[in-house]
């Protein structure tokens, strides 16, 4: 178990690691972070900072002797990264865990193996392939790079009439997966949290609106039955345990109509944007929980205050921000980047209210 004032380095500068950072200040750590962002949101709140590449295994030397324990933001730190730093420090979650959900269809493979129900998928290295695949999954279906894809880049749809050979070299000719369309009801996620002892503790289901392929949108609790809300926190166990994960971790579900069932969509091995509710909206946030678990520091039930709504502000709607300073149970978080883009995640609202409420 680590101590208050001991020093946990985070690889990854955005606003996840910010938030983790701002939850490790509230028990007494340091933070380090890692990032090759100059202008990393993160840098502004931490005591120390490593500017370099991933790749620079000097500076990552240099950073493995300044901290005490190791965990990432995001899951696109390149894994060969986090398995040079395990050789010097604890790295939490396990570095193979980013190897497995960096690749999509590992990912598929992976849930599948546990028994645990997915969209129908198939392996593509090649438009042959993809025709192949085509063929017994039917369309509409997901053409979907296997590395690098979030927010909806690295996708593409198929429909009837579409030319697939355009689709293959629309996403890069790289290799990919493909993915029966599922009709779904509505999607939601659950984050999770697990410690070193294999204690779990799970945020309520949350339901979640996109806009253009990025979270626009999330409600706690989920409009479902209490048997869904009680399969998903099953999955998410399952999950975690079948991992021997330590930290945050998300899942992502469609909720089907016909039997009510959920399929699982993806997973996220860190903090989630569906979980910032957490921060004003439960009795502990997920950043404060995952920086417990990788302190080797006790869980804690969450208890949530009402019911909760997450609204994004993406792109220009950050200029409007002061409408949300009156408004009542409102809570406003900036991440502090200097370059508006559209689309882009510059901050967040969380709204409490009573249960029954809801003004978004």
Known sequence: MLRPNSTIGILGGGQLGRMLALAAARLGFKCHVFAPSPDAPAFEVVHRVTCADYGDNAALDRFAEDVDVITFE?????????????????????????ATTQDRLSEKNFVAG???ATARYA???????LARSLATIDRPAVLKTRRFGY????QIGIRDGSDHAAAWRAIGEQPAILEAFVAFEREVSI???RGRDGRVECFDLVENEHRDHILKLSRVPADVSKSVANEAKRIAETIAAAFNYVGVLAVEMFVLPERGGVLVNEIAPRVHNSGHWTL???????FEQHIRAVAGWPLVKPLRHGKVEMINLLGSEVEDFTKWLTVEGASLHLYGKATVRPGRKMGHVTRVMPEGESKA
């Open 74 to 98: 995001f899951e696109n730190v390149p894994a060969p990264t986090a398995t040079f730093l395990s050789a010097r420090k604890p790295v939490l979650p396990d570095p193979q865990i980013l």
């Open 114 to 116: 546990l028994g645990i």
């Open 123 to 129: 392996e593509v290295s090649s438009p042959q392939d």
């Open 151 to 154: 927010d909806g880049k690295g």
């Open 191 to 193: 984050v999770a949290a």
């Open 280 to 286: 004003d909206g439960a009795t502990v946030s997920q």
